[in-house]
């Protein structure tokens, strides 16, 4: 059974820091490229950060370029998003996905398995 944990989302201020973790069971993770989405009330999921198979390569929304960081431990099976300088319009439910083929990264439809999201609320 597959299964993409997410876990360290929180109530934080602007500006804070936090980190997201992805822990990843049921599939080899290595076959796989991974994503992080978010969704707010009323809206549709959209990209943030993406990581190819290796960790080499990353790709990120404009909109949190040079903010955001997304890497990856294939040993450990993890993912990870670390956020500084958070910003109130950064509040969302964030979701780990999980992409096995070769569509497109930013695209939520690409992804074959997705986590049960985890919140960030980021206040004034």
């Known amino acids: 059974q597959v299964q993409l944990v997410e876990s360290g989302g929180g109530l934080v201020q602007a500006g804070d820091s936090l980190r997201l973790s992805c822990a990843v069971s049921?599939?080899?993770?290595?076959?796989?490229?991974m994503g992080w989405f978010r969704q707010s009330p009323g809206k549709e999921r959209e990209f943030v950060a993406g990581?190819?198979?290796?960790?080499?390569?990353?790709y990120y929304a404009d909109s949190i370029k040079g903010r955001f960081t997304v890497s990856r431990d294939n040993a450990k099976k993890l993912v990870y998003l670390q956020m500084n300088n958070l910003k109130l319009e950064d509040t969302a439910a964030y979701y780990c996905?999980?992409?096995?083929?070769?569509?497109?990264?930013?695209?939520?439809?690409?992804?074959?398995?997705w986590g049960q999201g985890t919140q960030v609320t980021v206040s004034s």
């Open positions: 996905g999980a992409n096995g083929g070769y569509g497109y990264l930013k695209s939520a439809a690409a992804y074959d398995y």
């Open positions: 990581i190819d198979w290796s960790g080499r390569y990353q």
């Open positions: 049921g599939l080899n993770v290595n076959n796989y490229r």
